[in-house]
């Protein structure tokens, strides 16, 4: 295993295997048994509902979550059963007031903490799926980090995705995602990873911090940006060729 991945995560990894999986299968090779163990280490996500669900992309600047949710929506409003919307949470200029846009309902901006923004904000997650791109956040705006989560709390969306790039080394992604903690995200979303085969960084860090890898942002052929769907079976192959 290597690809980004530590020594320790890899030795980790390898007495799982030992300890559990080769104790029911004994005849198991030692590679497929470090595969399977990988396997059960990735966190999963559960099911989205098929009625009123809420999707919300939060990240640094750079991350490409802006084009995760375009690439969302576009492959929802293309292919889904669902009415696809999606909301924006912007930060005022020269104000502490973060304000919400959500179309078509909110063309204007309004204050994103208000009664109206979160009717409308739970109107739209009724009616079918919500995007929700967010502010750019560093690991050090911890107080913007809060201020976010506050806001998120009455909506309980089923999906709060990290864009994570898959360039970012292991203490930079250790330390934004333990920054983002407040926010309670339970998925991941890699990006940037046609730029790195160094993917066992991202692996291993949605291991420690408990996200489901969901999606990898990749070009597409005609332009523009696709998401693709990933699994704890496919990542583990990338990571055990």
């Not at 179309?103 to 997650?125: N, T, V």
């Not at 799926?129 to 089923?158: F, N, Q, Y």
């Not at 339970?186 to 692996?203: C, K, M, R, S």
């Amino acid at each position: 295993m290597s690809l980004g991945a530590s020594p320790s995560f890899a030795e980790e990894t390898i007495d799982a295997a030992l300890a559990h999986v080769i104790a029911l299968a004994p005849r198991t090779p030692l590679g497929k048994a470090v595969g399977q163990a990988l396997v059960q280490r990735i966190p999963v996500a559960p099911p989205l509902p098929t009625r009123g669900a809420a999707i919300v992309l939060v990240g640094p600047g750079g991350a490409g979550k802006t084009s995760c949710c375009a690439a969302l929506l576009a492959a929802y409003r293309a292919n889904s059963t669902l009415r696809a919307s999606c909301a924006t949470i912007l930060r005022g200029h020269g104000t502490d007031e973060w304000q919400l846009l959500l179309s078509p309902q909110l063309r204007k901006p309004i204050a994103a903490d208000s009664d109206r923004a979160k009717r409308a904000l739970r109107k739209a997650k009724a009616q079918g799926l919500l995007v929700i791109d967010t502010p750019p956040l560093s690991a050090g705006e911890s107080g913007a980090v809060r201020k976010l989560g506050a806001l998120l709390s009455d909506l309980e969306p089923e999906r709060v995705t990290i864009a994570m790039p898959a360039t970012l080394g292991a203490v930079a992604a250790s330390q934004l995602l333990r920054a983002l903690g407040p926010l309670r995200a339970n998925a991941l979303a890699l990006t940037h990873a046609d730029e790195t085969d160094q993917v066992g960084v991202a692996v291993e860090a949605a291991c420690e911090f408990g996200l489901a890898p969901e999606y990898t942002l990749d070009r597409g052929r005609a332009g523009g940006w696709k998401l693709r769907r990933i699994d704890p079976t496919g990542l583990a192959a990338t990571l055990l060729p």
